[in-house]
């Protein structure tokens, strides 16, 4: 084989390797529901799998400190009982990096209003790599002109 076959067929058995692969990415979903005056919140991948052991953030409304940080059980549930001198949009963040929840809890003299209740997106959600697209371009250039130098008639 030309070292040129050799290069093309190395860089796209590589370029694969190098890229994030949208099958392996999971969401987190979470489900909420009042008991009494405390909200139940429980969260779980989209595999149905448990959130266990993840990081809960509770911001009281304008604030940037946590109210509040708690774990999530083996089961990915943890509660929020607000304050209720403190009304206003809480924001609950659940796990971290990519993986995880945010919830703004609308909370008034009455307490939570379950029917308000939003879910936004992560800050950062499954994102690829710039590093990983620019080498599977290259390689795919690279793949391509050893194809185009291949099959050229051999001078002489």
Not at 44 to 70: C, M, R
Not at 94 to 120: A, C, F, M, Y
Request: net charge neutral.
């Amino acid at each position: 084989m030309s070292r040129t076959w050799l290069i093309s067929i190395f860089s796209l058995l590589i370029s694969p390797l190098v890229t994030t692969s949208p099958v392996m990415a999971h969401s987190v979903q979470t489900d909420y529901w009042m008991k009494a005056e405390v909200m139940e919140i429980q969260s779980t991948f989209s595999t149905g799998e448990s959130l266990e052991g993840a990081p809960v953030s509770i911001y009281a409304p304008g604030v940037t400190q946590p109210w509040k940080e708690v774990i999530t059980d083996k089961d990915g549930k943890f509660e929020f009982k607000p304050d209720a001198s403190l009304p206003g949009n809480w924001t609950i963040k659940i796990g971290r990096g990519d993986h995880g929840d945010i919830l703004t809890v609308p909370v008034g003299k009455e307490g939570v209003n379950i029917q308000l209740v939003s879910q936004n997106l992560m800050d950062k959600p499954h994102r690829h790599s710039i590093l990983g697209q620019i080498l599977v371009g290259a390689g795919v250039l690279t793949g391509g002109v050893g194809l185009w130098l291949a099959k050229r008639p051999a001078k002489g």
